[in-house]
């Protein structure tokens, strides 16, 4: 993305706030055209008191002053209010649109992304926009009103003081330009270092339970600190680059002030001044060094805002790979077919999961994916749920092909029970109603006791409204898988995916996980993927995958008596038990 493309851009998102931005911008112009008039004004209190004037009318120009400064304060006041509560807007919307874009990503972009790094764009990428759009525009704006303004006034003061403070301009503006350059570059590297970091951390934490079983804390501590020390070593070099521009625009001012200075006082002891002017003059070259000097940190503060949005913008721009069509079809018997399917995850897109994969299950069916490790059983779930799209062939749900279903209507009619659940930090009522927000306590409460939830939950002093901790961590593996199987309930869904849902359990909570599994099972198309063949006995088929191919397929009874894959797999595991 070009620079200037993307200035506008930043720029454009004040747009939608001109209400505030408009008055805001008067009462900047207005502040600062009296701001330009205080120089003036000590020039000729100065001079009168030079003269030897009456001290009423010393009183009265002291009274103006104060009238002058108080309104100056009111203005910048109201000013400094309207442009950063726009910026607080500003960057709310952006973080919201931001995070509605990534939201609704393909799955393949997750596993590709860090998490850690989004919610570094969201943060701390965001939070550098913030003022960039808002207050220092009109930040900008001020010191570039009161820079011109001083140097209209200086030029109608003397020409020859103001040409001889002017003779630094250029040199300032071709350091601005090489180090605006090299700014921008430098400040997306520490961006990105500080992404990186973010990763590692949000990584470590949340899986501190592995760190901690296998005492990795000192191994996990080195590595944040090499990350950190990466993005250290990057905001140094930004820290250089300004301290260098900053001392140059510093002694640039400071020597035009001397050289006023000295050219004033010779004009001074010629007669061509008086001390009056010659004191509203240094006033105004003061003002016009300040504003140079503020606009120079202002011009760092934009450059790396760009280094940030340009980040920020690809992201926010990104159109998710997977698409939809439209249709919502009144009827959902529950068949799907896979009708010659090939798919590689777009992270190893040299490697085919599945070849050639056709299946086709029957609405109300109860069908059990078995097979080696690899073999492709998790691929046929994600992409029953359409978390991906095949790479050739088709996956129709009562004939109609995925794509043209539309995504959000479709997974609300596959219903997911997974091995580990994830159940979100809020209260066991909002996990299970997050299936169907609108749904009355008594369907939670029948959805909890379908799933044999309801007596633990009951058992909780705040019963539902026992906050599970994070991912689920205050319930047990049992309890977080009964209130992820009344969420399934709740959700009613046709089709239902059961991949792995009682492996990690013991002999009671699975007994009580399968009890609730058969009720959710009934009427629904079911795909039931195991590894342990006790759990499959009862599908009404048993197809057995290997290589990304099926290669058997049929009642239990009837492959057990085959000599295939099927049967030496049962025969493995009874040899282990």
């Known amino acids: 993305m070009k620079n200037p493309s993307s200035l506008r851009r930043l720029l454009s998102l004040a747009r939608p706030h001109l209400g505030r931005l408009i008055p805001a911008t008067i009462a900047l112009l207005f502040s600062s055209g009296l701001s330009l008039g205080l120089p003036m004004q000590v020039g000729s209190f100065v001079d009168q008191i ?13 009274l103006v002053l104060l009238g002058v400064f108080f309104l100056v304060g009111v203005a910048g006041g109201l000013r400094a209010y309207l442009f950063t509560t726009a910026g607080e807007r500003v960057v709310t919307e952006l973080r919201q649109d931001l995070y509605s874009n990534l939201i609704r990503q393909e799955i393949g972009f997750f596993d590709s992304q860090r998490t850690g790094e989004l919610t570094n764009r969201l943060g701390s990428d965001t939070a550098i926009l913030q003022n960039a759009v808002t207050v220092n525009v009109s930040m900008a704006l001020r010191y570039v009103l009161s820079a011109l303004g001083a140097v209209g006034i200086l030029l109608y003061t003397s020409w020859q003081l ?22 921008r570059g430098v400040s997306r590297s520490v961006q990105d270092a500080l992404a990186r970091a973010t990763a590692v951390a949000e990584e470590t934490l949340s899986g501190v339970r592995t760190v901690r079983a296998f005492a990795r804390e000192d191994q996990e501590t080195a590595r944040y600190a090499s990350v950190v020390e990466e993005s250290y070593a990057l905001a140094r070099k930004r820290a250089l680059l300004g301290a260098g521009f900053q001392g140059g625009i510093t002694f640039a001012g400071y020597a035009a002030i001397a050289a006023v200075l000295w050219y004033g006082g010779r004009m001074l002891s010629q007669g061509e001044l008086s001390m009056g002017t010659l004191t509203s003059f240094m006033l105004y070259t003061f003002t016009l060094a300040f504003s140079i000097g503020a606009l120079s940190g202002l011009y760092e503060d934009f450059n790396k805002a760009l280094g940030a949005s340009e980040r920020v913008f690809e992201l926010l721009d990104r159109k998710p790979v997977v698409s939809g069509g439209s249709q919502h079809p009144e009827k959902v018997a529950g068949a799907v077919t896979f009708d010659k399917i090939s798919f590689q995850y777009p992270t190893r897109p040299d490697v085919s999961v599945l070849r050639d994969f056709t299946l086709t299950l029957q609405a109300g069916e109860v069908v059990a994916l078995v097979g080696p490790s690899g073999g492709g059983k998790s691929t046929v779930a994600a992409l029953l749920s359409r978390f991906y799209d095949p790479s050739a062939g088709t996956v129709c749900l009562d004939g109609v092909p995925y794509r043209d279903l539309d995504p959000n209507w479709l997974r609300g009619q596959v219903g997911v029970v997974s091995q580990e659940p994830i159940l979100f930090a809020t209260s066991i009522r909002d996990n299970i109603r997050y299936a169907r927000p609108d749904a009355t306590e008594a369907e939670v409460e029948a959805a909890a006791q379908a799933a044999n939830a309801h007596d633990f939950i009951g058992a909780f002093p705040e019963g539902y409204g026992t906050l599970v901790g994070e991912r689920g961590v205050r319930l047990s593996g049992g309890q977080k898988q009964r209130v992820a199987i009344a969420r399934a309930i709740l959700k009613n869904p046709r089709v239902l995916v059961l991949d792995e849902a009682t492996s990690a359990l013991d002999a009671e909570s699975e007994h009580l996980v399968q009890e609730a599994l058969d009720r959710l099972m009934k009427g629904r198309t079911t795909v039931v993927i195991a590894h342990r063949l006790s759990t499959v006995r009862d599908a009404d088929r048993v197809v057995v995958l290997d290589g990304g191919k099926v290669v058997q397929a049929g009642p239990h009874e009837a492959l057990v008596a085959e000599d295939g894959l099927y049967r030496r797999l049962v025969e493995r595991q009874f040899a282990a038990g």
Do not use: F
């Open 50 to 62: 030079l003269k030897g004037n009456d001290p009423a009318e010393l009183d009265r120009a002291i």
């Open 162 to 183: 103001t040409l001889v403070m002017l003779a630094i301009v250029p040199v300032v503006a071709v350091g601005a330009g090489i180090y605006g350059q090299q700014l």
